[in-house]
């Protein structure tokens, strides 16, 4: 078993499904005690169970991230139960279409405050116990749409690219407390939501095998991302093995950036 993680603590938002689900998955067979939040209970308990049934240690933490009081309380049960807080996986977030004129007054507030507000509200509370630990690791979600822009998705891309700017100038701020911030820029991953209800508004549900003839043929590796491989990302720059690289954003997006 990888120990990349041996007796770190992480927390990850948003763990129960998709990207935050396969990161929490990864970080538990890397030796991490994990705490998942998210809205849905069943589904985050069942990841916990799915860690606990391998040895690992889990926790679900029903949380809004809008709400300070619920982020307060993920922050305190989870260091009070492991014992402390080594890294921070900010993946909670919504995906929003829609123009400059197409976009609502509430889709915009709502993209910027869950994809922005709540990762600085989360890192905010956190910073704390990774400074009590002598150092750590916050790792932020955004996209390879923060670093390029693209049609239809306005409030979106905006959200993206800001996350990536707080990635950076909160890099610089902790940098000398040995507290490493860095961003993953996924690209298409096909996550449950495309299975569920495809990859736009609308859409219909599609299959992987649909999404790779849709979408991954006009990648440069010619298919979407699996989870799984975004994961790894995430767990790279958690650990170790990325200790000297803060500040950055790593595009994990099949060479859609470097066209």
């Given at each position: 078993?990888?120990?990349?993680?041996?007796?770190?603590?992480?927390?990850?938002?948003?763990?129960?499904?998709?990207?935050?689900?396969?990161?929490?998955?990864?970080?538990?067979?890397?030796?991490?005690?994990?705490?998942?939040?998210?809205?849905?209970?069943?589904?985050?308990?069942?990841?916990?169970?799915?860690?606990?049934?391998?040895?690992?240690?889990?926790?679900?933490?029903?949380?809004?991230?809008?709400?300070?009081?619920?982020?307060?309380?993920?922050?305190?049960?989870?260091?009070?139960?492991?014992?402390?807080?080594?890294?921070?996986?900010?993946?909670?977030?919504?995906?929003?279409?829609?123009?400059?004129?197409?976009?609502?007054?509430?889709?915009?507030?709502?993209?910027?405050?869950?994809?922005?507000?709540?990762?600085?509200?989360?890192?905010?509370?956190?910073?704390?116990?990774?400074?009590?630990?002598?150092?750590?690791?916050?790792?932020?979600?955004?996209?390879?749409?923060?670093?390029?822009?693209?049609?239809?998705?306005?409030?979106?891309?905006?959200?993206?690219?800001?996350?990536?700017?707080?990635?950076?100038?909160?890099?610089?701020?902790?940098?000398?407390?040995?507290?490493?911030?860095?961003?993953?820029?996924?690209?298409?991953?096909?996550?449950?939501?495309?299975?569920?209800?495809?990859?736009?508004?609308?859409?219909?549900?599609?299959?992987?095998?649909?999404a790779n003839a849709t979408y991954g043929r006009e990648l440069p590796l010619g298919r979407v991302a699996h989870p799984e491989e975004i994961a790894q990302a995430v767990l790279f720059l958690a650990s170790p093995a990325?200790?000297?690289?803060?500040?950055?954003?790593?595009?994990?997006?099949?060479?859609?950036?470097?066209?």
């Amino acid at each position: 078993m990888n120990q990349t993680l041996h007796n770190k603590v992480a927390l990850i938002t948003g763990g129960t499904s998709g990207i935050g689900r396969a990161t929490a998955l990864l970080f538990a067979q890397a030796g991490a005690k994990v705490a998942i939040t998210g809205r849905r209970a069943p589904l985050g308990e069942q990841v916990a169970a799915e860690i606990a049934a391998t040895g690992g240690q889990a926790l679900f933490l029903a949380c809004d991230h809008r709400a300070l009081s619920d982020c307060q309380q993920v922050v305190e049960t989870t260091a009070q139960v492991f014992g402390g807080i080594d890294i921070l996986f900010n993946n909670a977030g919504i995906v929003t279409s829609g123009t400059a004129e197409s976009t609502s007054e509430e889709t915009w507030h709502t993209t910027l405050d869950l994809n922005v507000t709540t990762v600085w509200r989360m890192s905010r509370l956190v910073l704390p116990h990774l400074r009590a630990r002598g150092g750590g690791a916050i790792v932020n979600n955004a996209s390879d749409w923060g670093l390029v822009g693209a049609a239809n998705a306005l409030a979106y891309c905006t959200s993206k690219g800001a996350l990536i700017q707080l990635t950076r100038a909160m890099a610089l701020d902790h940098a000398h407390e040995n507290i490493r911030i860095n961003a993953v820029c996924p690209g298409d991953t096909f996550v449950e939501r495309w299975a569920e209800k495809g990859y736009g508004s609308g859409e219909g549900a599609l299959t992987l095998e649909q999404a790779n003839a849709t979408y991954g043929r006009e990648l440069p590796l010619g298919r979407v991302a699996h989870p799984e491989e975004i994961a790894q990302a995430v767990l790279f720059l958690a650990s170790p093995a990325a200790s000297y690289i803060t500040g950055s954003a790593l595009a994990v997006d099949g060479g859609n950036t470097a066209r």
